[in-house]
Each structure stands twice: as structure tokens, then as C-alpha cells.
């Protein structure tokens, strides 16, 4: 049996601030295998992003221990693919020439890179588009050149921080059916931070719940939601009564 793609053990975190410690996770454990599509919600301040960061090595944990593919490395830099927030497109640069940054900082030739990307670019939405610059495209595109710059990287595995909170609900919905093709397609592991329960319903295999700070697991919720998934699940008994339980859990009334 194959490792786990990620795994953390018992993992806690605390931040020094001017005036006050800030303990942002108390003993996090939980493992996410290889293909699974896991989600993580939980309220503000409850600690996703830092596990993100611990995960790719920008903090240590105080405590406990963080697993890549089976293995215990201090140094997690570039094991897995990272998406932060904002799309962090560079202004100057073409969709084309933003996308092969990854490729270009392992020291593939340019041109090499540049082909590399422009045969990925149909399964992103983003043919015919490449010399655009990002002042031209919609909050929707440039969020697709923004994965498909993390796609490049090669990482089997990806954390994806709510790539999607910013755009408008039509183009949220659109997105996460192509992220959930594309996911399929390639068969990459996901493990992506929401605050939207449905959207954490809707694309995850199994949700992960966080509590209040300092981040403890509350609840993890399996979705057996038959693949492929499409939009009109959301009306359905099981699909509500899955976003109840999480609304629950999260202390949210319904």
C-alpha cells in the first residue's frame, strides 16, 4: 500500500506577537491519500492557511511531525505544489510566460517550457489566450493561469487556498466543475481550503472541520457523492443534509 501523500501527527503550532502568543493549531493529526480530493473549512483565524505553510516548510510545528509521500524532510520546500490566495500573476509577463515560471526556476530551457505549457493550456480553458497579459483576463481566467503555473510545477500533490473566494457565484460554480474534470484527468491530490460548506461538500471525497483557535479537528466528514459530480447534486436530500451536519459542526443555526 502506498503512503499517504500528507500526513500530520499530532501537530501544534503557536506564533510570538508583539504583545500576546497566538496558538494557531493544537494537535492536528490527519492523513490525505493519494487522488483523494480533501477539503478544509473552518472559521477565520482557525489555522488553514498555517497548515498550508507548515506543510510546504515556510513554518516548523512546535510540536509533532508533518510526513511528504511517506517521508520526514525539515526541508518540505517545492515537494508539493502550492496555490496561495491571490494569483500572484506577474503584470509584465504573459499568461504563457507566467505559467512556465516553475519550469523555468528548475532550469528547463525556455523553449522546452514554453511547449511544455502550450500543450496543457486546452484542458485549462486558456488556448488562445497565451499571449495575453493579465490585465485582460477575467477573475475566472487568471485564477486557471494561476493552477495551471502550480500545475507545471510536477507536484503530484496540491494545496489550492481558496482559489475561488473572490469571484462571483456563477464563476465560482463553473470553476469548480472544471477543477473537479481537470482533478480527474490528471489525477492529482487536492487538498483545498474553503469558507463556502457547500463548495466543500461539492468537490471534497471528505471534508475536514477545524475548530475556533486555536485549529483542532472537530469532525472529518466523508461525501459520498457518486463522481462525476454536477451542479444539480446541490438540491438533493443527501447533498443537504451533508452542508447541514458541517453547518452544525460549525455552529452555524439551520
Known sequence: MSSPCIEFRHVSKTFAGAKHIVPALEDVSFVVQPG???????????????????????????????????????????MVGYMPQRDLLLPWR????????????QGIPRKVARQRALEILPH???????????SALSGGMRQRAALLRT???????????????????LTRKELQNWLLTVWQE???TVLFITHDVEEAV???????????RPGKIKLELTVDLPHPRHQSMT??????KLVRELLTELGVNT
Open 124 to 134: 485549462f480553458g486558456l488556448k488562445t489566450f497565451e499571449n495575453e497579459y493579465p
Open 151 to 169: 500545475w507545471l510545477m510536477g507536484r503530484s500533490t496540491l494545496l489550492l487556498d481558496e482559489p475561488f473566494g473572490a469571484l462571483d457565484a
Open 186 to 188: 490528471f489525477s492529482r
Open 235 to 240: 438540491t438533493e436530500p443527501e447533498f443537504g
Open 202 to 212: 461539492y468537490l471534497a471525497d471528505r471534508v475536514i472541520v477545524l475548530s475556533p
Open 94 to 105: 504573459s499568461v504563457l510566460d507566467n505559467v512556465i515560471i516553475p519550469l523555468e526556476i
Open 36 to 78: 483523494e480530493f480533501v477539503t478544509i473549512i473552518g472559521p477565520s483565524g482557525s489555522g488553514k492557511s498555517t497548515l498550508f505553510n507548515l506543510c510546504v516548510g515556510l513554518f516548523e510545528p512546535d510540536k509533532g511531525e508533518i510526513l511528504i509521500d511517506g517521508e520526514r524532510k525539515r526541508n518540505r520546500a517545492g
